[in-house]
């Protein structure tokens, strides 16, 4: 019987399964946006078993495990790796029609030759196979991901990080480019004082400074905007549950931030304007060298009180915000359009009803100075499984250009979630197959279709950050 993992999974017909073996399927892997650990790249880290390279820090499967009765002790306490182990085993027959079904099976495939489905009948015997395999050199972290291809990936960092396991990386090449990538989420973290004035020490011996004023702030940043540009640094990342674009005056921003120091606690109105006018400052200096800009917006975090103070943020307590964007994104990128500080941006949403909101959004500023300056960034988090896909490119292709789509990224902690790319390129494929077979694009027109396959899967992302 053939396995469930094959040549032509999710290839929804022969138009698909021509255009992904012919076109996509050996192209290298341009991973763009994820949080893998620099120290655990640069040091080529070896992981103990299975449970910390699979389980360990992955959300995804805590929720599900929790859904299916599993107590914390056994995902995050202190239960043996195989206790662990066995009991997502349990949880993986209860994922069918969960994308955690068809990402673990991919994994096991294409990471430890692996393509017998998980169970608890075989739990022991797949968790020693794979603990076999991560013993090996092959099979440490920069093994891991030269094994897919692995051209290019963007870490995420703060602008306090040293940055220096990236000159680690770039003294010891592997073969995969490390670049970091710029994401100053807590220097707009106001709304804390107290872990905020913490943070501005520590950005302030960063940048060789100290920060007593706003400007001294930017000053900060720019020293370390600049910094990280020397280390190839091209794209900046904002997580944010919206956008903010209200109105201020530098002297009432100088005055919040001022106060800030002080152990005061901004209020609402205080919180949009400094906010307000931090967007718009990184966005100046993203401009000003040339990056990207990425936007993720409309997620709520750490909604469970109890766990969050057990276990702390990013935990598998987060979920989707219903917060309206339209008005404010809108609004800040026409200020920095009409001032001509408007770098080349990435909109992503986790609320699928914002999908066309964020088309529309972006191609309302692309200028005609760069194909694709304004994007709709892939389905992200919640929606980077079949059906998120699925609208995000319907979204794209109705109201934009899909062909400058610059594809798929990991956003994760994982080394081994590059089957995602798979993943994403197999799906793509099915779409464009799909409308090739039901007379929707033209069979006279396969070459350029090809190409357009080749491109989102990989040259739209080389040219655009120019890797």
Not at 146 to 169: G, M, Q, W
Request: aromatic share 12%.
């Amino acid at each position: 019987m053939a396995s469930f993992i094959h040549k032509n999974f999710m290839l929804s017909n022969g138009t698909a399964e021509e255009l992904y073996h012919e076109s996509a399927e050996k192209l290298p892997i341009i991973d763009y946006h994820c949080h893998l650990v620099p120290k655990m790249i640069a040091e080529n880290y070896q992981f103990r078993d299975i449970t910390e390279l699979w389980l360990g820090g992955d959300h995804y499967k805590w929720r599900a495990m929790r859904g299916n009765g599993v107590p914390e002790e056994y995902i995050t306490g202190s239960r043996t790796p195989f206790e662990k182990f066995s009991k997502w085993a349990e949880t993986v027959p209860y994922t069918m029609r969960n994308p955690l079904y068809h990402w673990t099976h991919l994994e096991l495939a294409r990471v430890f030759g692996i393509y017998d489905l998980l169970k608890p009948e075989n739990a022991r015997e797949i968790f020693d196979r794979c603990n076999e395999l991560l013993a090996t050199e092959e099979y440490r972290a920069q093994g891991l991901m030269k094994r897919f291809n692995v051209e290019v990936v963007c870490t995420t960092d703060d602008p306090a990080d040293s940055l220096e396991y990236h000159k680690a990386i770039m003294d010891k090449p592997f073969g995969v480019k490390v670049l970091p990538a710029w994401r100053p989420d807590k220097a707009m973290a106001i709304e804390n004082p107290e872990a905020y004035i913490k943070y501005i020490e520590a950005l302030g011996a960063a940048a060789g400074m100290e920060i007593r004023s706003y400007d001294d702030l930017l000053e900060a940043l720019q020293r370390r905007h600049n910094f990280f540009a020397s280390m190839g640094c091209r794209l900046s990342d904002h997580g944010l549950e919206t956008f903010y674009a209200a109105d201020y005056t530098q002297k009432e921003v100088e005055k919040i931030f001022r106060n800030t120091l002080d152990g005061k606690t901004p209020d609402a109105e205080e919180l949009d304007k400094f906010r307000s006018a931090m967007l718009y400052d990184f966005a100046a200096m993203d401009a000003a060298s040339g990056w990207t800009q990425q936007f993720h917006v409309g997620a709520i975090r750490n909604n469970n009180s109890r766990m969050m103070a057990q276990l702390g943020p990013d935990t598998g307590y987060d979920s989707i915000h219903d917060v309206h964007c339209a008005a404010a994104g809108n609004r800040l990128l026409d200020r920095l359009a009409s001032e001509g500080k408007l770098a080349k941006t990435i909109l992503y949403c986790l609320n699928p009803g914002d999908n066309e909101v964020l088309t529309t959004m972006a191609y309302n500023f692309n200028d005609g100075t760069v194909p694709g300056k304004m994007q709709f960034g892939s389905g992200w988090w919640f929606l980077d499984q079949e059906d998120g896909m699925r609208k995000q490119m319907n979204a794209l292709s109705a109201l934009g250009l899909f062909s400058r789509f610059v594809g798929m990224l990991t956003d994760s902690r994982s080394f081994i979630s590059y089957p995602r790319h798979e993943y994403f390129r197999r799906i793509l494929c099915s779409v464009i197959g799909e409308d090739v077979e039901s007379g929707r694009l033209p069979k006279s027109e396969m070459s350029r279709i090809h190409q357009m396959v080749q491109d989102i899967s990989y040259n739209n992302a080389k040219n655009f950050f120019n890797f």
